[in-house]
C-alpha cells in the first residue's frame, strides 16, 4: 500500500460559477475553503459567446494571483461531440473546442476537461475513430498551444465513450499528437462505470490496470465525487463525499495514495447549504481533508 501523505501537499477545489465575470469564481472557492479550482469559461450550454475582453483576462489573472488558487482547470461545454456521426456536428464541436482551449490559452489556465464523446448509435470503435481524428485536427489549428487537453472518465451513459480505461488508452495512443493530453479522473463514473475501489484490494486492482493501460502520472485531475447509483449502473448522478453508493472508503484509498499527493482533487458535488445554512461545498472539502490519515 502507497505510504500516507504529508498533509499540506492536498490540493482539494470545487468548480465554482462564473456568474458575473470569471474572476468571481477565485473569489467563491476561497470563500469555501478552495485551495484549487475548476471553472467553465464560458455558458457552457451554449455554443457561441463573446470573445474574452482584455479586462476581463487581466482581472482574471489578478484574481488567481492574489487567491492563490492552484491549479485551476477549466472543464468544456456540454454540448461538444468529437465522436459524432454527423460532420456537421462533429465540425461545429471541433470549432467550440478549440475555442475552448483558445479561451484557456489567454486566461493562463492549464488544464481543459472533456468528454470523449457519444457514438450515437455508430458503434463504440467507429466514435473512437472519429475522436482521434478529431483531436488531430484540432491539435493542427492550435499548434504551441500550452494548455493540455484531459480526457475525462465517464459513467458510460447513453452511447457515452470513455466508461473504460481501455477507451481512453486507444485515444491517448491514436492521437498523433498525444503528449498534449492527460486523464481526469472521476470517482462518480468510473464507479458507476463498473470499477467498485471501495475495498483497498480491489482499488488497488484498479490503479495497477488504469497504470498498466495509461499510466498514473497521467492522471492531472480527480473529479471527487459519490454516486447516487450502484456500481456498474452506468449512470452519472453525483452525490456528496461519502454519502452515496461509493462511501467514504473509497476516497480515503485517493486521497492516501501516494501516487496522487499533488494531484488535484476538485468536487463537482450538489450545491447549496445544509439546514444549519453552511455551504454544503464547505462540508464536502471539510469531509475530505478529515479522510488524510
Given at each position: 500500500m502507497p505510504r500516507k501523505q504529508d498533509r499540506t501537499?492536498?490540493?482539494f477545489g470545487a468548480h465554482m460559477s462564473i456568474a458575473g465575470g470569471l474572476h468571481n469564481a477565485c473569489t467563491a472557492g476561497?470563500?469555501?475553503?478552495?485551495?484549487?479550482?475548476?471553472?467553465?469559461?464560458?455558458?457552457?450550454r451554449q455554443w457561441a459567446a463573446p470573445p474574452l475582453?482584455?479586462?476581463?483576462?487581466?482581472?482574471?489573472k489578478r484574481a488567481v494571483r492574489q487567491t492563490g488558487l492552484s491549479p485551476v482547470v477549466a472543464h468544456d461545454s456540454y454540448l461538444i461531440n468529437l465522436a459524432s456521426p454527423d460532420n456537421a456536428a462533429r465540425?461545429?464541436?471541433?470549432?467550440?473546442?478549440?475555442?475552448?482551449?483558445?479561451?484557456?490559452?489567454?486566461?493562463?489556465?492549464?488544464?481543459?476537461?472533456m468528454h470523449p464523446?457519444?457514438?450515437?448509435?455508430?458503434?463504440?470503435?467507429?466514435?473512437?475513430?472519429?475522436?482521434?481524428?478529431?483531436?488531430?485536427?484540432?491539435h493542427k489549428s492550435t499548434a504551441g498551444y500550452k494548455v493540455r487537453t484531459l480526457l475525462e472518465t465517464t459513467a458510460g451513459q447513453g452511447t457515452a465513450l470513455g466508461y473504460r480505461f481501455e477507451h481512453l488508452a486507444g485515444i491517448l495512443d491514436g492521437v498523433a499528437d498525444g503528449e498534449?493530453?492527460?486523464?481526469?479522473f472521476d470517482t462518480c463514473h468510473v464507479f458507476a462505470a463498473g470499477y467498485d475501489f471501495r475495498h483497498e484490494d480491489k482499488y488497488e486492482a484498479m490503479v495497477a490496470d488504469f497504470d498498466r493501460l495509461i499510466g498514473t502520472r497521467r492522471v492531472k485531475c480527480f473529479h471527487m465525487n459519490d454516486s447516487k447509483r450502484a456500481c456498474g449502473s452506468r449512470v452519472d448522478r453525483h452525490d456528496?463525499?461519502?454519502?452515496?453508493?461509493?462511501?467514504?472508503?473509497g476516497f480515503k484509498h485517493i486521497i492516501n495514495d501516494r501516487r496522487f499527493a499533488r494531484t488535484a482533487k476538485i468536487l463537482e458535488t450538489p450545491k447549496g447549504e445544509d439546514g444549519k445554512g453552511r455551504s454544503l461545498d464547505r462540508l464536502n472539502l471539510q469531509r475530505m481533508r478529515r479522510m488524510i490519515r
Open positions: 501537499a492536498q490540493r476561497v470563500e469555501v475553503g478552495c485551495d484549487c479550482l475548476q471553472v467553465f469559461v464560458k455558458n457552457q475582453t482584455d479586462e476581463a483576462i487581466r482581472t482574471w465540425n461545429k464541436s471541433m470549432d467550440a473546442f478549440i475555442d475552448e482551449l483558445t479561451r484557456c490559452e489567454a486566461l493562463g489556465i492549464r488544464y481543459l476537461v464523446g457519444a457514438h450515437m448509435g455508430e458503434g463504440e470503435e467507429a466514435g473512437l475513430r472519429r475522436i482521434v481524428g478529431s483531436f488531430n485536427a484540432i498534449r493530453m492527460d486523464v481526469c456528496h463525499v461519502g454519502q452515496g453508493k461509493l462511501g467514504r472508503a
